[in-house]
């Protein structure tokens, strides 16, 4: 088979056989393709398109390119959850103890981040000792014994996937619905789930701008799910701002604390009910919302949800004190506080620019090999809606020198608007999609 004719047939809108697929994945994954031979399939797929069989093919192919987990010693339906990433967004936090303490074993794969801040990963290694680093046996043993275990993505998961990803990043090929979908979706069944929930974001703060995308991808992976027989269910959420109050790795985690102690409500714990209710119900543990809803915040006011998330810390070698204790976690002698230069109301708190800032203050990382800051980053304190007056606190931002701090500083005060009147709040939740 001659991967240029591939690629012609692809530029000619063409359809690619199953066998053609394996093709290409395999020459992926033993790099007997060129990377300009690759990158231009990329592009032409890009611009061309897959049609759902083709989209199916090359997940599998992406899927069988290297291991997969076996999650058959662990008893009971095993689901698994994604977010196409946005800012403040640590509902893994929150979730993953939350339905583990009503019996839904959790074993979650995920990954660092680039960009403004950590990914869920980065957030786990700021608490002290947490080891994220386990071998399969390791992980399947700890959720045997506790229920619940986060950990990093093993190297041999999907790594054709991988490899197209890092030429997508550099080729312009990144915005294109089928690869999105399937590189999501190979990971996710790789990792062994029986089911997946997926939380897409859409707004200024997320890859997905528009609802119109976001209902696309979601339809991508759903359509996926069934034809390898795994249920999908994609809950579409609001990132025109952050999801929580807080931006950066230490500071994520113990706003999650917060939530799971009950001390704190609003969009990020709205979110990761929904998650949580949607896993329950697609698990068969709750009959419906109102029942999920109801059991999710029973384990957060009788604290079984924290219980299990101290656990969680404990089982993996971290230090569970930090529930209690949150100096214990890295802290920044900087800091800069960001005022209201007038009264009104916040109508903007644009999560692109908030971003922006947290990755200033060293929260994130240019390149997989940048080291990240666990301590820094931004804590709002008005969210859209809310009502301020002249000079009154609007954020704190976290770094390691006071250069940082300004940098930040600056794109965080063009960041939140402040008018006279208040305007109408755009809905958390757009659309959940089964």
């Not at 800012?87 to 680039?114: E, F, M, N, Q, Y």
């Not at 404990?314 to 506080?337: D, E």
Request: aromatic fraction near 4%; charge should be neutral.
């Amino acid at each position: 088979m001659d991967f240029i004719d591939l690629i012609i047939k692809k530029r000619n809108k063409e359809t690619l056989t199953k066998e053609e697929i394996n093709f290409f994945v395999q020459g992926v994954t033993n790099k007997t393709i060129p990377d300009y031979q690759i990158s231009a399939m990329l592009m032409a797929i890009c611009i061309n398109s897959l049609n759902e069989q083709e989209t199916s093919d090359l997940t599998v192919a992406m899927i069988n390119s290297g291991k997969t987990l076996d999650l058959s010693s662990i008893d009971g339906f095993k689901i698994d959850k994604h977010s196409t990433g946005g800012v403040s967004d640590t509902t893994t936090l929150i979730v993953a103890p939350l339905v583990a303490s009503l019996g839904l074993p959790v074993i979650k794969l995920s990954g660092r981040g680039l960009g403004h801040t950590g990914g869920t990963i980065d957030k786990l290694e700021s608490i002290p000792g947490f080891n994220v680093n386990l071998s399969i046996s390791e992980a399947l043993e700890k959720v045997k014994e506790h229920n619940l275990v986060l950990m990093s993505q093993t190297e041999d998961l999907a790594p054709a996937d991988k490899y197209m990803y890092a030429l997508r990043d550099v080729t312009g090929t990144v915005e294109s619905m089928p690869l999105i979908a399937s590189s999501i979706m190979s990971k996710k069944i790789a990792s062994g789930s029986d089911g997946i929930v997926l939380d897409i974001k859409c707004g200024k703060g997320a890859f997905m701008k528009n609802l119109n995308d976001a209902k696309i991808l979601a339809n991508e992976m759903i359509k996926i799910g069934q034809n390898l027989n795994k249920k999908v269910t994609a809950i579409i959420t609001n990132m025109e701002t952050p999801l929580g109050m807080n931006i950066g790795n230490s500071l994520e985690v113990i706003e999650a604390i917060e939530v799971l102690k009950g001390n704190l409500n609003g969009p990020l714990k709205e979110v990761s009910l929904a998650i949580g209710a949607q896993m329950l119900i697609m698990s068969n543990i709750a009959k419906d919302t109102n029942t999920a809803l109801e059991m999710l915040n029973e384990n957060i006011n009788n604290k079984k949800a924290l219980y299990k998330f101290e656990e969680l810390i404990r089982s993996q070698g971290g230090n569970p004190a930090v529930i209690h204790n949150y100096s214990l976690f890295p802290q920044k002698i900087h800091k800069k506080t960001i005022t209201s230069e007038k009264s009104g109301y916040v109508t903007e708190a644009n999560a692109f620019l908030i971003g922006e800032a947290a990755f200033k203050t060293g929260a994130g990382r240019l390149t997989k090999d940048s080291k990240i800051d666990y301590g820094a980053g931004i804590m709002l304190k008005k969210q859209v809606g809310d009502k301020v007056e002249k000079n009154e606190i609007l954020a704190i931002i976290f770094a390691e020198d006071s250069i940082k701090c300004e940098n930040a500083g600056k794109l965080l005060k063009s960041a939140i608007k402040i008018e006279n009147n208040p305007l109408p709040k755009k809905p958390l939740i757009y659309d959940i999609i089964k």
